[in-house]
Each structure stands twice: as C-alpha cells, then as structure tokens.
C-alpha cells in the first residue's frame, strides 16, 4: 500500500470519502485535535496533485504551517531532548516560508480566512523570535484553532 493509499483509508476512517474536499476537511480536523503531523501528511496529497499556481501555494502554506507546529508540539513535549530541544529556529523559519506563500491571497481563500491565519502565523513567529529562539509559545492551552466560512465551498 502506498502513501496516497494510506492516507485515502486514513481519511475514510475519519468518516470522510475520498474526494479532495474531504482530504481539505480533513486537515482542519486533525489541525484543530492538534495531530499536525497528519494534518500535513493529508493535505499534502492535494498539494502534489494541484495543477493550479495558486491552490497549491495556498496547500503548500498551510502544509509549511502544521509542519511549524510539530516543531513546536515535539520541543514542548520533549525540551531537554537534543533534537526536540531545537526546534524553535526550524519552526520559525517555516512560519515564514508559510507567510510568504499566503502573500497574494485574497482576504479568503478556499473558505479559509486568512488574514486570520496570517495573524496566528505572525503571532507565534514574533513570540519566537522576540523571546531570541528560547522560548516556545506554543502550548495545548495557546494552540490555534481554524475553522472554514459557514456557507465557504473548499474548491
């Protein structure tokens, strides 16, 4: 079973079918129990088969977002960890990549607000980089949570 395979039957066990809006939701719904790490890995089946310029910068944000987040999840578990420990300058810079993927974007996108995320995304860069790489903001307490517009069609 490849990868693809995997995270289609991944993405029906969470009772969703497999039709790209329900790998989009998907990613909200692990984004928002904070599994980052598999909310990347299901939007990235939409970011490798995207054919439009600007859907999959958008895919490639929010995938560079969660990808922030685990670093930040690992090193607040695991601070004393060699790796984990870490993970401050790692996280920042995808912050950044990902800010500099929504540049351009409307006010929303996809159903996605995101001047919003913008802010989220901001928010936790400039807490890491303002506390000089030594402390992580982030917490189960302080993770964000995003949601789609009521009404928003995800294509």
Same mark, same amino acid.
């Given at each position: 079973?490849?990868?693809?395979?995997?995270?289609?039957?991944?993405?029906?066990?969470?009772?969703?079918?497999?039709?790209?809006?329900?790998?989009?939701?998907?990613?909200?719904?692990?984004?928002?129990?904070?599994?980052?790490?598999?909310?990347?890995?299901? %939007?990235? *089946?939409?970011?490798?088969?995207? #054919? @439009?310029? +600007? !859907?999959?910068?958008? =895919?490639?944000?929010?995938?560079?977002?969660?990808?922030?987040?685990?670093?930040?999840?690992?090193?607040?578990?695991?601070?004393?960890?060699?790796?984990?420990?870490?993970?401050?300058?790692?996280?920042?810079?995808?912050?950044?990549?990902?800010?500099?993927?929504?540049?351009?974007?409307?006010?929303?996108?996809?159903?996605?607000?995101?001047?919003? %995320?913008? *802010?989220?995304?901001?928010?936790? #860069? @400039?807490? +890491? !980089?303002?506390?000089? =790489?030594?402390?992580?903001?982030?917490?189960?307490?302080?993770?964000?949570?995003?949601?789609?517009?009521?009404?928003?069609?995800?294509?």
């Amino acid at each position: 079973m490849n990868k693809r395979e995997r995270i289609s039957d991944f993405v029906r066990s969470m009772g969703s079918a497999s039709a790209d809006e329900d790998y989009y939701a998907a990613f909200f719904s692990l984004w928002n129990k904070r599994r980052y790490y598999e909310a990347h890995d299901v %939007l990235e *089946q939409l970011w490798l088969a995207e #054919r @439009d310029p +600007i !859907s999959a910068r958008f =895919y490639q944000a929010l995938i560079q977002a969660a990808g922030a987040f685990v670093h930040l999840q690992k090193n607040f578990e695991h601070p004393s960890h060699p790796k984990h420990g870490r993970r401050l300058r790692p996280a920042w810079r995808l912050f950044e990549l990902a800010l500099n993927n929504l540049d351009d974007l409307p006010e929303v996108f996809r159903a996605l607000n995101i001047v919003s %995320l913008r *802010q989220i995304l901001v928010r936790f #860069r @400039d807490e +890491i !980089s303002g506390s000089d =790489y030594e402390r992580n903001p982030w917490s189960p307490e302080t993770a964000p949570h995003l949601s789609l517009s009521l009404g928003g069609h995800p294509g």
